[in-house]
């Protein structure tokens, strides 16, 4: 056994990531082209086999079933992929082009370090709450990450739509309405955030058992540090698209840094829960790091000096909205009229403020 798994299971895993990344490129140029319609069928084919595959082979199957369902998610993407890395392959009619290799090296080689510190940044936590305060409290905290996996899935989806968009803005370099588009994605997620904080209490009743309800507060700070990365990520695109990776990487470090340096001074005076608060500041760090970095792009023609495509003054506030809404939530964990009346106060408002910027258009 290697990395306490199956012989057979560490084979499909290294086959997986050869052909896995051909579904991403086939999906990243399909949105770069509006073509949406066939990744649409796509996703649904996969996320409907990904699902049925697995429960299938799990019913019948023998011997250790969790080996069974590993294998079955892992034959199912292969099997899923294959078919992209083919259509790929034959519609490039090259397996090698040396431009495009050493490209895609020297492109991603600067970048190592910023995906590195990113694993860090996402898994340190749990790591060093099971290190510092035992398995269960990481599995309590664990609980609470599981609802921000659903926000960090739904950002890099919008974004995936977004970027495309962007980047012709920035081709073009008509900066002037990325702003207004950046805005109304911040307060589409930070209305997504806000819900999932104001129903925190319910979701985690039917995600766990009762010994893992106290998660229910480290949520909050999970989930609006989660909201925070948008801030990242619309700086990180703009980084990509200058070729400033080095740029990217200092700053997912800088935050890497010290997010195991305040773990490692909090969680023995505070526990877990202190790993959720020093999260939040880590990728308000973050993201302010990498706005200030963007700011600083020039153009090897000098036709981009000094840039400030966001406006992060009015972006903080819309953060600073979220984060004191969710504030609020989470007081009224105890009160469940309260809480809900406070956040159909908001979607109704969200909705006028929504109806109003359309038929104002």
């Given at each position: ?41 796509a996703t649904i084919i996969y996320s409907v086999i ?208 010290m997010n195991i340096l305040l773990n490692y001074l ?76 406070l956040l159909i106060c908001v979607l109704v408002i ?12």
């Amino acid at each position: 056994m290697m990395m306490g798994l199956p012989e057979q299971v560490v084979v499909l895993m290294f086959i997986s990531f050869i052909f896995q990344p051909s579904f991403e490129y086939w999906s990243a140029r399909s949105r770069y082209e509006y073509r949406y319609k066939g990744l649409l069928v796509a996703t649904i084919i996969y996320s409907v086999i990904s699902i049925i595959i697995p429960v299938v082979a799990v019913l019948n199957g023998n011997g250790n079933l969790g080996t069974v369902k590993i294998q079955a998610n892992l034959m199912t993407v292969i099997a899923f992929s294959l078919v992209f890395y083919i259509y790929i392959y034959f519609k490039g009619k090259h397996f090698y082009v040396k431009e495009y290799w050493k490209y895609a090296f020297w492109f991603n080689l600067p970048l190592l370090p910023n995906y590195l510190s990113n694993i860090i940044l996402g898994q340190s936590d749990r790591i060093m709450i099971g290190s510092y305060c035992g398995e269960e409290a990481a599995g309590i905290y664990s609980v609470a990450c599981y609802l921000q996996t659903g926000v960090t899935v739904i950002i890099g989806a919008v974004n995936s739509a977004f970027v495309p968009w962007l980047y012709e803005r920035l081709e073009s370099q008509s900066y002037g309405t990325i702003q207004k588009q950046a805005e109304q994605l911040l307060a589409m997620l930070g209305f997504l955030t806000f819900g999932i904080v104001s129903c925190a209490p319910e979701l985690i009743k039917i995600m766990a058992p009762e010994k893992y309800y106290e998660a229910v507060w480290a949520v909050p700070p999970v989930v609006v540090g989660t909201y925070l990365t948008v801030m990242y990520t619309l700086c990180a695109n703009v980084e990509i698209f200058y070729e400033k990776r080095v740029f990217m990487s200092c700053a997912t470090m800088i935050a890497a840094g010290m997010n195991i340096l305040l773990n490692y001074l909090l969680i023995p005076a505070f526990g877990y829960i202190a790993c959720a608060y020093t999260t939040v500041f880590c990728y308000l760090v973050y993201g302010i790091a990498h706005y200030e970095f963007m700011c600083k792009i020039r153009t090897a023609d000098g036709s981009v000096s000094d840039l400030h495509i966001y406006d992060m003054h009015r972006n903080i506030v819309i953060y600073a909205v979220v984060a004191v809404l969710s504030t609020g939530q989470m007081l009224l964990y105890q009160t469940i009229v309260w809480r809900y009346a406070l956040l159909i106060c908001v979607l109704v408002i969200a909705v006028i403020k929504g109806g109003k910027k359309y038929y104002a258009k």
